[in-house]
């Protein structure tokens, strides 16, 4: 809005020229989007305090410290992520952006899935919430409406194509068979890092790290000069997703302060399945797919455990790991809650350059 409003006054006001400026405006979502979080989220959280009393259902299967740790503390965290995130978002990007709306209604749609999912649980004081078919069958129409969308934009031979990451030149042409494809990867991503939220901070810190980078290869891949040094696959226009990838992390940054061991709030499904979509959706309009598995491999990591611990017992009637997700294990087996986030959190680090380092690497 920002951008609309005042770059076509710098010929008059000098100073508006910075506006231009992606990297400008991306700094701007990102302090824009932290002090949202810090003036919304004590009011915020005391709304959720009054209105829950008795805060997110605890399952009785999982950790028996969480029964102590964990009760009372409310849920539906993530509405303080999504309001930092759009005004934010509304604010500094570029609002003729349609790859802007596309990231935007698989955030909010995702997060309006979750608010349902955690009213119900706390509303039903069942942590089960919506039947997992409901849920499924939503995100899949909104991620369809995104990636045809997407389709529409983009122009031969991006459009339909998968880009294979260390390959300078290599386009996989999937034609109609690229839309189930997106469709998987906005709906993996969502419920990727939905598996991820389990322990005080431990989701929203890999988000930040996997949206910083998707910051920088939004802005690559959206700038000729530079998409074609690096070798990479021009996008026109998606670089915009820069400043929506900034105003994530001032959001992330934000909640993180009331997230933080031990928590005040949780972000609940509200925040991960919407912050999941949207990284799911970058990905695909910056043609990077395939790169979000590396970057975002703690996700993939998390959501492997849960499959292999439901198909071996289903299969075998055995556990693998002693609770799925793979945080759960850890805990189960004495390591004290913060030392798993940490070491998670240094985990997506060294994930998240290596998906960076393939910007280079063709």
């Given at each position: 809005?920002?951008?609309?409003?005042l770059?076509?006054?710098a010929?008059?006001?000098?100073?508006?020229n910075l506006?231009?400026?992606?990297?400008?405006?991306?700094?701007?979502?990102v302090?824009t989007a932290?002090?949202?979080?810090f003036?919304?989220?004590?009011?915020?959280?005391?709304?959720?305090r009054?209105?829950?009393?008795?805060g997110?259902?605890?399952?009785?299967?999982g950790p028996e410290?969480?029964?102590?740790?964990k009760k009372?503390?409310?849920?539906?965290?993530?509405?303080?992520?999504?309001?930092?995130?759009s005004i934010?978002?509304?604010l500094?990007?570029?609002?003729?952006?349609?790859?802007?709306?596309?990231?935007?209604?698989v955030?909010?749609?995702?997060?309006?899935?979750?608010?349902f999912?955690?009213?119900?649980?706390?509303?039903?004081?069942?942590?089960k919430?919506l039947p997992?078919?409901?849920?499924?069958?939503?995100?899949?129409?909104?991620?369809?409406?995104?990636a045809?969308?997407?389709?529409?934009?983009q122009?031969?031979p991006?459009?339909?194509?998968?880009?294979?990451p260390?390959?300078?030149?290599?386009?996989?042409?999937?034609?109609?068979l690229?839309?189930?494809?997106a469709?998987?990867?906005?709906?993996?991503?969502?419920?990727?890092v939905?598996?991820?939220?389990?322990?005080d901070g431990?989701?929203?810190?890999?988000?930040?790290?996997?949206?910083g980078?998707?910051?920088?290869?939004?802005?690559?891949v959206?700038?000729?000069?530079?998409?074609?040094?690096?070798?990479?696959h021009?996008?026109?226009?998606?670089?915009?997703l820069?400043?929506f990838?900034g105003?994530l992390v001032?959001?992330?940054?934000?909640?993180?302060?009331?997230n933080?061991?031990?928590?005040m709030?949780?972000m609940?499904d509200?925040?991960?399945?919407?912050m999941?979509g949207?990284?799911?959706?970058?990905?695909v309009v910056?043609k990077?797919e395939?790169?979000?598995?590396i970057?975002?491999?703690l996700?993939v990591?998390?959501?492997?455990?849960?499959?292999?611990q439901v198909?071996?017992?289903?299969?075998?009637?055995?556990?693998?790991?002693?609770?799925?997700?793979?945080h759960?294990?850890?805990?189960?087996?004495g390591?004290a809650?913060?030392?798993?986030?940490?070491?998670?959190?240094?985990?997506a680090?060294i994930?998240?350059?290596a998906?960076?380092a393939?910007?280079?690497?063709?």
């Amino acid at each position: 809005m920002l951008y609309n409003l005042l770059y076509p006054l710098a010929d008059q006001i000098g100073v508006f020229n910075l506006f231009k400026y992606l990297t400008f405006r991306t700094g701007g979502a990102v302090l824009t989007a932290l002090i949202v979080s810090f003036l919304l989220g004590p009011r915020v959280i005391a709304w959720l305090r009054q209105w829950q009393k008795q805060g997110q259902p605890i399952r009785a299967d999982g950790p028996e410290s969480h029964l102590l740790t964990k009760k009372g503390t409310p849920t539906m965290g993530g509405i303080l992520i999504l309001f930092a995130l759009s005004i934010s978002t509304l604010l500094w990007a570029d609002l003729r952006s349609q790859y802007t709306w596309i990231v935007l209604l698989v955030t909010l749609g995702y997060g309006l899935i979750g608010f349902f999912d955690d009213y119900l649980k706390v509303s039903k004081k069942n942590p089960k919430g919506l039947p997992g078919k409901t849920k499924l069958v939503a995100e899949i129409a909104i991620a369809l409406l995104a990636a045809a969308w997407v389709m529409a934009l983009q122009r031969e031979p991006l459009a339909g194509a998968l880009a294979l990451p260390f390959f300078k030149t290599v386009l996989v042409q999937l034609s109609w068979l690229y839309l189930p494809f997106a469709v998987f990867i906005i709906v993996g991503a969502g419920n990727a890092v939905n598996l991820t939220d389990g322990l005080d901070g431990l989701a929203i810190v890999p988000v930040m790290i996997a949206s910083g980078v998707f910051a920088i290869i939004a802005y690559v891949v959206g700038h000729a000069v530079f998409a074609n040094y690096l070798q990479l696959h021009y996008v026109s226009g998606s670089g915009e997703l820069a400043v929506f990838c900034g105003a994530l992390v001032g959001a992330g940054l934000g909640f993180l302060w009331f997230n933080a061991p031990p928590a005040m709030v949780f972000m609940g499904d509200t925040g991960s399945l919407a912050m999941g979509g949207a990284l799911g959706a970058i990905s695909v309009v910056t043609k990077h797919e395939l790169v979000l598995g590396i970057v975002g491999g703690l996700f993939v990591l998390e959501t492997v455990s849960v499959i292999v611990q439901v198909a071996s017992f289903k299969l075998t009637g055995k556990r693998v790991f002693r609770m799925a997700p793979l945080h759960h294990h850890f805990e189960k087996k004495g390591w004290a809650e913060p030392t798993v986030v940490i070491r998670f959190w240094i985990i997506a680090t060294i994930l998240a350059l290596a998906g960076l380092a393939t910007l280079k690497l063709r």
